[in-house]
């Protein structure tokens, strides 16, 4: 519709999550006309985090440093470990101040549709996390959906045999929900209710 680098730039605002073609051609103008130095601290922001934001070696967490905060913070109880999808429900976990020990992230979900398997979730990492014994409780925080149901007990199955408690978060998150948009208090709730999983349990 438009020519050169204006229409460039709204077909990448496009590409993003969340943005279709009318907010990516508002967002592409709102830029054109505005002031060259907040257009430039934009543009620095942009090439910092792709080059100097990367995944925690212990969790995955996103990290500025080797070792995300949540890893180096001695005040952290190290016998509990909460498995989420994605970085972003780290930070809806740790808005509730409701969970004080570690945090593991898979980088996705189980999902065949989407070709994406155990292996291509860092499941096997979680289960080196375990093996010196520190870790007691696992608490499965994957979200309420079919991707993260699956997931979850996939890992349950995994780890129960181990001899390590495994939990999964229980009422007060909507079923086919995301943890990113829980409130707090919905969230706070579900850690406050989470039920043990238990061999017995499993399905078949």
Known sequence: MYEGPIQDLIDELG???GIGPKGAQRIAFHILTTDKSDVERLAHALREVTEKVRFCDSCFNISAEETCRVCRDPRRDRTSICVVEESKDVAAIERTHEFRGLYHVLGGAISPIDNVGPADL????????????????????????LEGEATATYISRLLLPMGVTVSRLASGLPVGGDLEYADEVTLGRAFQGRRRLSEESRPA
Do not use: C, F, K, Q
Request: hydrophobic share 45%; proline share 7%; net charge neutral.
């Open 15 to 17: 590409r993003l999550p």
């Open 122 to 145: 860092r499941i096997r990492e979680l289960v080196l996390r375990l093996a010196d014994g520190t870790v007691t409780e696992v608490i499965l925080a994957t979200d309420p959906n």
